[in-house]
């Protein structure tokens, strides 16, 4: 525990108790976020893994998938991670992550903006609604199969952390800590400044003695 709290230390004091989830991104190769549908509370944090090939995750709404959400709600400047290639951390030993940290109960439909991957499938939804039954992630991806993908123009990496990390399948509880009290952010998310990535395969090990 004492070189987990030496890693950690100067970034701990906000996130000790803060649960990161993990999705992995294209695993296998395969078109998919996996899970593709979970539930998050507001604090906790999610981190993309990008597996393979060259994906993102990006915010939409309901109702116009695989569209970047502030196209449609100006209101909301939503999050993409911008396009994050496997192989060019791969040498590394590394895969790129993209993490998020959830603030509020309300739904957040995601897409990958590459290609026709959301008309595909490559959606998912973070705290889906529980009381209306016509937005579910099976009707989201009904409507994204008769949709066109648009790439977002906003910065990559908005609403969020990129950064690299080495992952085993479990939460990686050493990710994405935030260095600073978070403010409130459209969407739900909001930035995850001096998001920390694994350093090296070695320390997964360690953050789990
Ligand atoms: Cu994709």
Redesign the pocket.
């Known amino acids: 525990m004492q070189l987990t709290t030496l890693l950690l230390g100067a970034l701990a004091s906000v996130a000790s108790a803060q649960k990161t989830w993990s999705v992995a991104v ?1 695993m296998n190769g395969s ?1 998919t976020f996996s899970p593709n549908r979970l539930v998050a509370q507001p604090g906790e944090f999610v981190q993309f893994q990008f597996h393979a ?1 060259n ?1 993102t995750v990006t915010q939409s709404t309901f109702d116009q998938p695989c569209q970047p959400i502030n196209q449609h709600n100006s209101s909301i400047a939503g999050f993409h991670s911008g396009f994050l290639p496997a192989a060019a951390s791969a040498a590394q030993g590394m895969i790129p992550t993209y993490t998020i940290q959830v603030n509020n109960t309300q739904p957040l439909w995601l897409y ?1 903006a ?1 290609g026709k ?1 959301c008309e595909n499938g ?1 959606v998912m939804v973070i705290n889906e609604p529980a009381a209306n039954k016509s937005r579910t992630l099976e009707s989201f991806k009904a409507l994204a199969a008769g949709a066109s993908t648009v790439v977002p123009g906003g910065a990559a990496g908005a609403g969020g952390t990129t950064g690299t990390g080495t992952t085993d399948g479990t939460n990686p509880s050493g990710t994405g800590a935030p260095a600073s009290a978070s403010s409130p952010g459209a969407a739900g998310v909001v930035g995850v400044p001096g998001g920390m990535a694994l350093a090296a395969a070695g320390m997964a090990a360690v953050l789990f003695l």
Do not use: E, P, T
């Open positions: 294209a078109l090939g994906h990958c590459q991957h490559m």
